[in-house]
């Protein structure tokens, strides 16, 4: 069983950055392609980024060119830079399989732009 803890949420202005971390238990983290989604507050969950086992990344339209995700094997660790955060990217921040599964959703962290 794998589990997914995400940190690293908070509250910032527009323009700041955050860098959110996703911890996963479990040897077998380095074959899966990885992704970021998020909910805000009223809307679906929407995918956000995704990256390969070997690397290989995908973006959303909305944050091409600001965000960037990354992994360390290593460390069994997904993060996501987020850079020039604008208030529309305020939401539940998860982190799961590229191809989601249901049990690997965990309790996400939030993220707050706002002036």
């Known amino acids: 069983q794998v589990q997914l803890v995400e940190s690293g949420g908070g509250l910032v202005q527009p323009g700041e950055s955050l860098r959110l971390s996703c911890a996963a238990s479990?040897?077998?983290?380095?074959?899966?392609?990885m992704g970021w989604y998020r909910q805000a507050p009223g809307k679906q969950r929407e995918m956000v980024a995704t990256?390969?086992?070997?690397?290989?990344?995908n973006y959303a339209d909305s944050v091409k060119g600001r965000f960037t995700i990354s992994r360390d094997n290593a460390k069994n660790t997904v993060y996501l830079q987020m850079n020039s955060l604008k208030p529309e990217d305020t939401g539940v921040y998860y982190c799961?399989?590229?191809?989601?599964?249901?049990?690997?959703w965990g309790q996400g962290t939030q993220v707050t732009v706002s002036s």
């Open positions: 479990g040897s077998i983290f380095r074959i899966y392609a």
């Open positions: 799961n399989k590229r191809n989601p599964r249901d049990d690997y």
């Open positions: 990256i390969s086992s070997g690397g290989s990344t």
